[in-house]
Each structure stands twice: as C-alpha cells, then as structure tokens.
C-alpha cells in the first residue's frame, strides 16, 4: 500500500488521472478490487514510462 501512496503522491500522474488530491487507502483498495491482476501489471509498466 506504501508503494501506492509513493505513486500517487506524483503531481503529474495525479493530473494523469484528474484527482486533486491522493486517495484515502479505503478508496484505492476498492479500485483494485474492480481490476485484475494483469491490468494492474499494465499500470505498473506504464508508470515507468511516464
């Protein structure tokens, strides 16, 4: 959940994504309720990219 947090506390990919603000823990731990493995895997690598 750290690395997440680390993510997310990057002014661009928070633009990227349209948030204000990093989202409560609660909040992320939804969406990666909704997505599976492999599309969190497609986030990670593009991240790295970006």
Same mark, same amino acid.
């Given at each position: 959940?750290?690395? %997440?947090?680390?993510?997310? /506390? =990057?002014?661009?990919?928070?633009?990227?994504?349209?948030? %204000?603000?990093?989202?409560? +823990?609660?909040? *992320?731990?939804? *969406?990666?309720? +909704?997505?599976? =493995? /492999?599309?969190?895997?497609?986030? +990670? /690598?593009?991240?790295?990219?970006?």
């Amino acid at each position: 959940m750290s690395k %997440v947090t680390t993510v997310w /506390a =990057d002014r661009v990919l928070r633009q990227v994504v349209g948030w %204000v603000k990093v989202p409560v +823990e609660t909040t *992320i731990l939804r *969406i990666f309720k +909704e997505v599976s =493995d /492999a599309q969190i895997s497609q986030f +990670e /690598a593009l991240t790295q990219y970006v």
